[in-house]
């Protein structure tokens, strides 16, 4: 097994390229639409000859470029091109929903573009996403080992499966062992765990750290995804009536005593505060995160090499070795990336292979995993490396494998919806004001309301 520690030249290497963000993230870097290590677009290009492929950020190009076209699967003469578009201000959508309508009468035709959960039945419910069994041809032998969420979540309401993963993101809670140690007297998983397994037993712990000097979290929105992917009904109904889970004013209130008790350090993810906490100067106890957010976020965070007051770089003194994971108060998930296959493609065929490469193949999934750390979408790749020897040297030699394959079954999808994307960011713009004491509750939620009215006109506010 290539070990992490030689991966991890190669990832910091590229994280100019990838965004920090993760697939969990709305806000990427600028990337360019033929990113480096991309086919360009080139005049006069035979569209069935290119394989064209729409992202936000160049995840996925690594797993395609280092498990498919260099592992000799690219047919030979197979162009490839690139067309990267970042997230901010819903640019990705615009561009994919545009080049997506133009696509009969377009000269180069796109064959694959990638989703996220929070919006990801905007397409899959939409005439623009092939079959994946009746159009491309994987079968139920060639998905059932694909966790059952990430197959729900990519359904559409004629039950027909548009689009699959290379991934599967049960969320855990990524603690400081030096911390854990101070506050708890252990760094060990199991007692950490015991000591966090509910929201009582969590805020307890959150008045102990704050009185040994650290924060418990570092933001308002670094528990949120633990609540709202544990709602009980969608956010928007059959009738376009908005209705906000009791679990969701829950986190508010949480995250209102967290921040006037001085249990967090006010800050919002991505920030650069936020990232800071997660580094060698860092005070906070822990963070919630998803498989992407620990073999990749968390480890930039982690490893960032501080400058000193003459401007020198102190290499040597990250905290590489004193994170560990365990479940946390609540079973959540937390963003993906899911591979689609565009209707009115002239590369079919190659589309199933790169599908069933990447998704469908217990060894390739595998080798993800034990190169990136990530947590490939293979029941059967995932148990093997749960009941291995398998050790993350970045998580002190822990396991975590083990704890994201006994979380994954238990994510349910049910409560999705086409809008979740819009109410993740104007609940936690809204909130924020409250937060800092700027406007009441009552306020932040007609602020909320009238947000995300005018973002999606056609909803309204239950009576």
Known sequence: MKSFQKATAALLASLMLVSSAGCGSNTTPASSAAPAGSSAPAANTDSAQTLRIYGWNTEFQDRFNAYFKDAGKLPEGMNVEWVITPNENNAYQNKLDADLKAQDSAADKIDIFLIEADYALKYVDSDYTLDVKADIGLTDEDLKDQYEYTKDIATDSNKKLKAVSWQATPGLFAYR??????????????KVQQALSDWDKFNAVAKTAHDKGYKMLSGYDDSYRTFANNITSPWV?????????????????QTKEFTDKGYNNKTSLWAPEWGADQGPKGKVFGFFYSTWGINFTLLKNSLAVPVTEGGKAEVGNGVYGDYAVCQGPANYYWGGSWICGAKGSDNVDLVRDVMKTLTCDAATMKKITQDTEDFTNNKTAMGELAKSDYKSAFLGGQNHIALFAEAAPKINMKNISKYDQGMTEEFQKAFKDYFDGNVSKDQALDNFYKAIIEKYPNLKRAS
């Open 237 to 253: 109904d059959e009738n376009d009536t908005i209705h906000i889970d009791p679990i969701m004013m829950k986190w508010v209130d």
């Open 177 to 190: 062992r030096s911390i854990a140690k101070d506050v708890l007297g252990s760094d060990d998983p199991v």
